[in-house]
């Protein structure tokens, strides 16, 4: 195919990230600095795959958690060194997909570093901008 640019469909960029199309699709491409098509192959889209890289880099791969495994950590600690609000910690709690707590004999509820750098292993990191 003469002129086809050379580039990544959202089905391929899911792929190689082991992510669903869908959420390519209908999360990630949404992000503000998520680049421009650089041309078509039939109907598909296709994207710069240097530029997708960046992009996911930057702005969606979540950085590691630096948790000392022994310590014992709130949900308000837990917030300000990840980011997950101890809103979604207790919603999460309440649906089964975080763990229990380590240590509940005082009000406030605690985790070892190591259960919470398990619990997020899976999590995205791409929050909207109005968050």
Do not use: C
């Amino acid at each position: 195919m003469v002129g086809t640019p050379i580039g990544e469909t959202y089905a391929e960029i899911a792929a190689r990230h082991g992510r669903a199309e869908a959420t390519v699709r209908n999360r990630w491409a949404r992000h503000p600095e998520w680049p421009a098509p650089i041309g078509k192959r039939g109907k598909q889209l296709l994207f710069d795959p240097a530029a997708v890289d960046q992009v996911i880099h930057e702005h969606i791969e979540r950085p590691p958690a630096t948790l000392e495994p022994r310590r014992l950590y709130t949900a308000k600690e837990i917030e300000a060194l990840t980011g997950v609000t101890a809103a979604t910690i207790r919603a999460e709690r309440s649906k089964g997909h975080w763990p229990p707590a380590d240590d509940t004999s005082s009000r406030a509820h605690r985790w070892y570093g190591a259960t919470i750098t398990t619990a997020l292993a899976g999590r995205r990191a791409y929050r909207r901008a109005d968050d």
